[in-house]
């Protein structure tokens, strides 16, 4: 019996044992992980420290507290502040406006309209919006809003262009956060009697929080350094515009497209330093949206 017993049982040995083809080939897959990492992070580390090095030639004090205004292509000094100040006014109105409209879409889809027919509607709108490029955001908006409508330039209009944007990118993180949510805590919710508002309020959302606002932030950044739907609707100004309704109002992108354009080396180390301050914005965005995801994190709840 104890002869039969050890047969059937295998050996450590035998099942620690690899073949040394099979040793070869996981090198080789390990080695070629290790490589496509490194030739994927060999131009995101160019880039960066390209910018670096070239912006930080006017990264100082006067970029960040002066503007444009009277200063020539060729002049030493002036600074990005209107633009610093036009970006994140024109953001914060394009937070305000695409998030509330896409999170609420994402709840219909997901909690009310699985299965009908205006959600495949929305649904399929959401994917066409998410490959619109974004001139046609601009050249709609202008269109809309300063041909049609009769206004005129300004932060607020570029804030439009840029929650159409916004939107489509918005609706999917949430609907798939919300998609995350176990139905279990739906069901438990509804059988004590729970209305399904309150569920999506108080349980469905706060569970999903920290992903949406991940989704809102990496939204965020990617509209922060969009270019061609500003030149179309808040113009170029050097000047401070502090009122996002009302004049053109400048804008990080519209600044270092402008001053790339000018072929003086002052002006080009003043691209370089504005391209520094707009990485260094959206860093700080994602830096803040892990720092909530962190802290909204279910195991310190």
Known sequence: MTA????????????????????????????????????????LVSVLWLVITKGMARFD???????????????????????ILGTLEQVAITTAIAVPIAVLTAIYLVEYGRGKRLAKAISFCVDVMTGIPSIVAGLFILALWLLTFGFSYSGFAGSLALAILMMPTVVRA????????????????FALGVPRWRTICFVVLPTALTGIITGVMLAVARVMGETAPLLLTIFVTKSINENPFEGPQGALPTFIWDQAADPNSTAIDR?????????LLIMLLNLAARLIAWLRRPARR
Request: hydrophobic fraction near 40%.
């Open 61 to 83: 004090g006067d970029f960040f507290s002066k503007s444009m205004n009277g200063v020539a292509g060729r002049d030493e000094g002036g600074g990005a502040y209107h633009a």
């Open 174 to 189: 949430t609907e798939e956060m919300l998609k995350l949510v176990p139905n279990d805590l739906r069901e438990a919710s």
């Open 4 to 43: 039969i017993g050890s047969a059937k049982k295998p050996s450590a040995s035998t099942l620690g044992s690899v073949s040394p083809r099979r040793k070869l080939t996981d090198r080789a897959v390990q080695g070629l992980v290790y490589l496509s990492f490194v030739l994927a992070m060999i131009p």
């Open 271 to 279: 691209a370089w330093t504005g391209a520094l301050t707009l990485i």
